[in-house]
């Protein structure tokens, strides 16, 4: 969950990303034959991707999903050229991956599987991200990662560290999913085309991210996110969500990652069970408490 500097983050902006206890594993075994075969399995054990990949050009001998299939391959190659010993011997593999999440959530599939495939592949993981995209790469970092980090990309640069955070008002904190899976790729694009006084909002986001690291108060807390809310929407000449969809909630409200889809920021001062039936009542099933998402006991 990226909780600062969505987009700005591109332009150096240092973000607070927080990583979840939901994650995705991978369980890799040789076969005979000179081709990888792919069954990627969801939350509740059905199969939601299946591919049979050829070693021999990297192209994809049959799947259930093309646009997943070939980001598979570019994943690979672009392993393969970090490593070169990756995959040269000509043996076959069987990868079965699970999820821990459902898929909808847009949690991470992509960058938890980037990451996998680096371990498998013994390479690093930032690397290999940013041989096959544009992402500011926080999300893998996060797929490593135990605790919080902070994420600041400085003059071609990655810096980011594991931090201590667990805000004494956690259980005032809710994380509620629109329901709308949102293209990251075509969230920056739009950044990237749109957004208006791009170095100036990645200065004033980082500022806003120290203060909530030294945060240790709700109506603090809430302040910083509705000055993040307006700096970006300002940017980007976009309506906040709080505007857009939840201007009657008595909390604050915050896109997280892409705007317009996944998951929101929600704060509440009353009870789990009032600030749930809020957001359901709207449509909106999925409302997590803190606890539900993150673990840094």
């Not at 990583?19 to 075994?29: A, I, S």
């Not at 040269?88 to 990451?115: H, I, M, N, Q, R």
Request: glycine fraction near 6%; charge should be negative; hydrophobic fraction near 40%.
């Amino acid at each position: 969950m990226l909780i600062t500097a969505e987009y700005a983050v591109l332009d150096g902006a240092k973000a607070l990303a927080l990583p979840t206890k939901l994650g995705q594993h991978m369980k890799v075994t040789s076969q005979r034959n000179s081709d990888l075969t792919w069954k990627s399995y969801d939350h509740e054990g059905n199969i939601w991707f299946e591919a049979k990949i050829s070693f021999f050009d990297f192209s994809v001998v049959k799947t259930t999903n093309d646009k997943q299939a070939n980001y598979l391959c570019k994943l690979l190659k672009g392993a393969v050229k970090l490593n070169s010993d990756f995959l040269s011997k000509w043996s076959g593999f069987k990868v079965v991956t699970t999820l821990d999440f459902p898929l909808e959530w847009g949690l991470g599939s992509s960058s938890t599987l980037t990451y996998l495939v680096a371990q498998w592949a013994d390479v690093n993981p930032l690397l290999l991200h940013f041989k096959i995209s544009d992402g500011s790469g926080y999300d893998v970092a996060c797929a490593g990662a135990e605790l919080p980090i902070v994420y600041q990309i400085e003059d071609d640069t990655i810096n980011y560290q594991e931090i201590d955070f667990l805000p004494k008002f956690k259980d005032q904190l809710f994380f509620i999913n629109l329901n709308v899976k949102q293209s990251s790729e075509a969230g920056i694009e739009y950044y990237m085309k749109n957004a208006k006084g791009r170095k100036g909002l990645a200065q004033n986001v980082s500022g806003l991210t120290d203060e909530i690291l030294a945060c240790t108060e709700l109506s603090a807390f809430e302040n910083i996110i509705s000055n993040h809310e307006e700096m970006v929407a300002e940017s980007l000449g976009l309506e906040t969500v709080q505007t857009k969809y939840f201007s009657d909630y008595w909390g604050k409200t915050k896109s997280l990652g892409a705007w317009g889809g996944d998951f929101i920021l929600a704060t509440s001062q009353k009870s789990a069970d009032e600030t749930k039936k809020y957001f359901q009542d709207k449509g909106y099933s999925t409302v997590l408490s803190f606890d539900e998402l993150f673990d840094y006991s």
